[in-house]
């Protein structure tokens, strides 16, 4: 298993007031994020465990994608990774956030 962890300034804090927030579900190469609004306004750190190791740059580069597109302020991320694709990832990420502004679970 490989645990992976970024560390992110951001724009703004994450909109909305759900203190977190769970999707995705760990089966079939799929992947589930949990978010929980505990950091500063303009913090954001996300820690991934995969099982597939030597993709440390491809993490960075779409938590990269992600936090600039989403600007996610104040939230701790915590990715549980089944072999999801670059594409599904930020899927759920911008899913976690979405579902945090919106306050539904």
């Known amino acids: 298993m490989e645990n992976l962890k970024f560390h992110h300034k951001t724009r703004s804090a994450a909109p909305g007031s759900s203190p977190d ?22 913090e954001c750190t996300v820690e991934v465990a995969t099982p597939v190791s030597g993709f440390d740059d491809v993490w960075k580069a779409v938590i990269a994608d992600f936090v600039e597109r989403a600007s ?6 915590s ?27």
């Open 21 to 42: 927030v769970l999707v995705g579900v760990v089966a079939s190469g799929n992947l589930e994020v949990l978010l929980e609004r505990v950091l500063a306004d303009t």
């Open 72 to 77: 996610p302020g104040g939230l701790r991320i």
């Open 79 to 105: 990715i549980n990774d089944g072999g999801a694709r670059p594409d599904t990832v930020m899927l759920r990420l911008m899913q976690g956030v979405r579902k945090m502004e919106s306050g539904h679970e």
